[in-house]
């Protein structure tokens, strides 16, 4: 149990599909993420939301679109992917300020066909 | 921007051997620095971390770490593996809240 949830763990969608990632921290944290995670590469941070405001955006495509309702929950909706969207994404929360030590969550390995 | 680099992509040890895993980055300020651990099928989880003061950090399950600011180094190490340790790990840097990840280091430690 690591205190970030992720739903669904594993995902397969078509191009053509939306679909939603959820996450959800029980660790009383102000700030979440999101991160892709490829095969043989760094960690890509996509998204930073601090008291559910996006303060970072990576230059993300837009059929990626983030929502933070609260700071308990993030969400990642999903629409239009490409195959090289196939990956393993991972939500992670962290106390707001100070040197941001992450708390992951399991991950939610998507495959689009 | 800066970046993480983890030179070794993956390393294949016997048990009891000794470990040593490289991390440089390239932020020449004021950095906070981290190794994560991902067993197979599990979240990624902290080993250990530097924020100040002695350079030389332990971690959990006897992992430990040395500061070498001259070097813009992180290594981790541990002096005898165990089969447990499989796994990838991961060198992170948080310079100026921006938090980078090296590409990982697959252990595979045979039994």
């Known amino acids: 149990e690591t205190g970030v949830t992720q739903t669904p763990r594993h995902l397969v969608m078509g191009m053509t599909n939306k679909k939603s990632l959820k996450c959800e921290q029980h660790?009383?944290?102000?700030?979440m993420y999101w991160y892709k995670q490829s095969a043989k590469k760094p960690l890509e941070l996509m998204f930073v939301?601090?008291?559910?405001?996006?303060?970072e955006n990576n230059s993300v495509p837009s059929r990626f679109s983030p929502e933070c309702p609260n700071s308990s929950h993030l969400f990642l909706h999903l629409h239009t992917l490409q195959p090289e969207d196939s990956a393993l994404y991972l939500c992670?929360?962290?106390?707001?300020?100070?040197?941001?030590?992450?708390?992951f969550g399991e991950g939610s390995r998507l495959t689009v066909l | 921007a800066q970046s993480v680099s983890q030179h070794n992509h993956h390393v294949i040890l016997s048990e009891a051997a000794s470990l040593e895993l490289g991390c440089n980055y390239s932020?020449?300020?004021?950095?906070?620095l981290f190794w994560y651990v991902q067993y197979p099928g599990q979240h990624l989880q902290l080993l250990l971390k530097?924020?100040?003061?002695?350079?030389l950090v332990k971690g959990i399950k006897g992992f430990e770490a040395e500061f070498i600011k001259s070097k813009f180094s992180f290594n981790l190490r541990k002096p005898s593996v165990q089969w447990s340790d499989t796994a990838e790990y991961f060198c992170?840097?948080?310079?100026?809240?921006?938090?980078?990840f090296g590409a990982g280091t697959r252990l595979t430690v045979k039994p």
């Open positions: 939301y601090s008291l559910e405001e996006r303060v």
């Open positions: 992170a840097v948080n310079a100026r809240n921006d938090m980078r």
């Open positions: 932020y020449g300020g004021t950095v906070n």
């Open positions: 530097y924020f100040s003061g002695d350079p």
């Open positions: 992670a929360s962290s106390p707001s300020g100070g040197p941001r030590e992450l708390f």
């Open positions: 660790l009383g944290h102000n700030a």
